[in-house]
Nanobody, 132 residues
Framework: QVQLVESGGGLVQAGGSLRLSCAAS????????VAWFRQAPGKEREFVTG????????YYATSVKGRFTISRDNAKNTVYLQMSSLKPEDTALYYC?????????????????????????WGQGTQVTVSS
């Protein structure tokens, strides 16, 4: 099992930047694909970005491509989300989520990585608010 704790959220002006962190417990973090989701008030939780177990492949929602960058440091059991050129519509509670298992089970071509139900572990979320 793994426990996830997000941090780094806050209030920022439009055009600004923030870096979120997702720290994981456990010694097998490198066996988990990790994704970031977000949920704004009154809206469904939506996929933002994901990264494979080794960090060798990343994937993004169209709305954040070119502005957000996901990365991971397995030695530190941490996944990062660098957010730049932030917009008011990026305001949401940001969650990290993990999917563990075999290489085949966690490979993004083998499941719908945009679907929240395909992740086994979730953090409590960190709030990002972008003012105009």
């Amino acid at each position: 099992q793994v426990q996830l704790v997000e941090s780094g959220g806050g209030l920022v002006q439009a055009g600004g930047s923030l870096r979120l962190s997702c720290a994981a417990s456990g010694r097998t973090f490198s066996r988990y694909a990790v994704a970031w989701f977000r949920q704004a008030p009154g809206k469904e939780r939506e996929f933002v970005t994901g990264i494979t177990r080794s960090g060798g492949y990343t994937y993004y929602a169209t709305s954040v491509k070119g502005r957000f960058t996901i990365s991971r440091d397995n030695a530190k059991n941490t996944v990062y989300l660098q957010m730049s050129s932030l917009k008011p519509e990026d305001t949401a509670l940001y969650y990290c989520a993990a999917r563990g298992g075999t290489y085949y089970y966690t490979a993004p071509e083998n499941y719908d990585y945009t679907a929240p139900e395909n992740y086994d572990y979730w953090g409590q979320g960190t709030q990002v608010t972008v003012s105009s």
